[in-house]
């Protein structure tokens, strides 16, 4: 039997193995939530899972991305920390404004 401690430690090296045996690039999925919050009208109808397949991005990853973001502000310490700095960015002047290359 392991204690609470061994089980959070173990939990959290796998989330730390998750991310090193993978390229995720944080920055792709916080811009691609960003954008997809603040969409033009145009693509009102576009759902997260294409927005994501668009970008090259896991749909099912970007959707707990948004989601997390979209619902932190509600949330307690740190996750409600995070949801204010995510309320506070603002929309793009342009929709199409600041285009990766």
């Known amino acids: 039997m392991t204690s609470y401690a061994e089980r959070t430690k173990l939990t959290e090296q796998a989330i730390i193995d998750f991310y090193r045996q993978r390229e995720v690039r944080i920055i792709d999925y916080l811009e691609a939530a960003w954008r ?7 693509e009102r109808a576009v ?4 927005w994501a397949a668009r970008r090259k991005l896991s749909g099912k990853y970007l959707a707990l991305v948004s989601k997390t973001l979209n619902e932190a502000k ?28």
């Open 74 to 101: 509600t949330g307690a310490g740190y996750l409600k920390q995070l949801g204010v700095l995510w309320e506070a960015i603002p929309a793009p002047r342009k929709p199409a404004a600041f285009r990766r290359s």
């Open 36 to 42: 997809f919050r603040h969409r033009d009208e145009a």
């Open 47 to 50: 759902s997260l899972e294409d």
